[in-house]
């Protein structure tokens, strides 16, 4: 698992720490950090460090600090530094005098740098940058690493309310941040230089892909169709039948032990996925040990009905789409009720649920709706944020928009659906099953080598096997895996 911080943490941790080494320690680990990750990124992208131009963007503080000191030793390697003060009244005295004995100067301009470090604000710094700083950075047309965070990106929201850096590669020191994660396209690269904090686990954390291929279930010796976990779906109608195809689809692609459909898209199901059982109705679908219900369903009484035969049950069940609209009107369904349950709502939907916006804070917006409702709540996005009723907090980065297409949607629905199935823990199934579609969109869109090319659902959906097949074998050979899964586990099923 990592962890993500807020800045509150990290400042009473890094207090914590100058208890416990000499003054100035902490800065020298950061900026010689610092200094290494980006000769390394002068060396990757022009095959040296002497003669190359690098500018220092210095603001006051400990951030200005640790660039300044970096700027020194990359001198002293024979890059050409210059440092751009942007309070000049308010540097850092001991790390611009490193610089200047150095043989680093002091400029005004850009001047046509091959690399830019930001060091204006750090993890105290709040709001868009000033307007001297963001004319600056306008004007930037150099690769830019960032210290600590990018400066103008909210530390614990990654909220970029006005100019703010783009960073291509990040160097944070001691501990990631809530920023790394919640604004991923602003970070670029993460670099973690460790500088001796002691933290305990936090709030947000995010599965690492061994631990989502550890306990993805596999089964056992004495395991059958049912043991393996038995997910209903509930989804799709004659104006949507696609969305019953993705939905199904994706849970058999997930590993299922069974796949039974309810609805009245049987035919197209069955087309594609002879394995799966259809009936026309969940009351003759037969035994589940979960249930994914509202993907192309409708948003009109029928569905509601439907809902609530669902939500009566003991089951964990899964709400998407035409679900959660419907739902939106009759959060009595669902608030109280003691079984798991899952919402994945994107932004519009989120809003449709609660009323309000989801905001800048997106941890704390999908916290307070979890809380409120009792359920578990997947806040879809390239940062997909998961939260607990209970106050756990997980969140998936992409690594990229491949999913943002008409139907992926019900695919995610899908595999979270067989995970919960298969007996794992409400929000663990959700973040893992984030990771896979995340992993399988990232293979679909690069098929046949092309960078990037768009995708719909239906390829996502043929990629979906092959991202639990890698993820598996990231956790090949590790002797804990069946440990993994129990603990995440909450049933059998």
């Known amino acids: 698992m990592r962890y993500y911080y807020t800045a509150d943490e990290v400042r009473t941790a890094e207090a914590e720490l100058f208890t416990r080494v000499p003054e100035g320690v902490p800065m020298q680990r950061a900026s010689t950090g610092l200094a290494v990750a980006v000769a390394a990124e002068l060396r990757r992208r022009t095959g040296g460090i002497v003669g190359r131009r690098v500018t220092l963007l210095v603001g006051s503080g400990d951030n200005g600090g640790d660039v300044l000191f970096a700027g020194s030793m990359l001198r002293r390697r024979g890059a050409a530094v210059t440092a751009i003060l942007l309070k000049p009244d308010r540097a850092h005295v001991k790390g611009l005098a490193a610089l200047r004995n150095s043989g680093g100067r002091v400029g005004s301009t850009l001047d046509g740098p091959e690399l830019v470090i930001d060091g204006i604000v750090g993890i105290s710094g709040k709001g868009p940058l000033r307007p001297d700083a963001a004319e600056l950075v306008a004007k930037i047309r150099a690769p ?68 989502v291929g550890r306990l993805w279930p596999v089964p056992g010796p004495h395991d059958d169709k049912y043991s393996q976990g038995v997910v209903g779906i509930s989804a799709g109608s004659e104006k949507y039948p696609g969305a019953a195809v993705l939905c199904s689809g994706a849970a058999v692609a997930a590993t299922s032990g069974m796949v039974r459909y309810a609805g009245s898209a049987a035919v197209q199901v069955l087309a594609r996925y002879p394995e799966v059982v259809a009936a026309p109705d969940i009351e003759s679908a037969g035994r589940v040990q979960a249930w994914v219900i509202g993907p192309g369903g409708g948003t009109g009484d029928e569905t509601r009905e439907r809902l609530a035969l669902v939500l009566g049950s003991d089951l964990p069940v899964l709400i998407d789409a035409d679900g959660l609209t419907v739902l939106a009107e009759h959060s009595e369904l669902v608030r109280g009720r003691s079984a ?13 649920l609660t009323g309000e916006e989801v905001g800048a804070d997106r941890v704390a917006a999908v916290t307070g709706l979890a809380a409120d409702w009792g359920v578990t709540v997947l806040l879809k996005g390239r940062a997909t944020v998961i939260a607990s009723p209970t106050g756990q907090v997980l969140v998936n980065e992409a690594g990229g928009s491949w999913a943002s297409t008409a139907g992926a949607g019900d695919v995610l629905s899908g595999i979270i659906g067989s995970l919960l199935a298969a007996g794992l823990d409400p929000a663990v199934a959700a973040a893992a099953g984030a990771r896979a579609h995340a992993l399988a969109a990232n293979l679909a869109a690069h098929d046949g080598g092309a960078v990037g090319a768009p995708i719909s659902a239906l390829p996502l959906l043929d990629r979906v096997r092959d991202a639990v097949r890698t993820l598996r074998a990231q956790a090949h050979g590790r002797p804990d895996s069946e440990q993994t899964r129990q603990q995440w586990q909450t049933r059998k099923p």
């Not at 798991?340 to 449709?352: S, Y």
């Open 340 to 352: 798991p349950t899952v919402l994945t709502p994107h932004a519009g939907e989120f809003a449709r």
């Open 144 to 211: 830019i690493v960032a210290a600590d965070l990018p400066s103008g990106v909210d530390p614990d929201t990654g909220a970029v309310a006005g100019p703010a850096v783009r960073a291509d590669v990040t160097v944070t020191f001691g501990a990631y941040k809530r920023v790394h994660v919640l604004a991923a396209p602003q970070c670029g690269r993460v670099e973690l230089v460790p500088i001796g904090l002691r933290l305990d686990p936090s709030g947000l954390g995010a599965l690492d892909a061994d631990e």
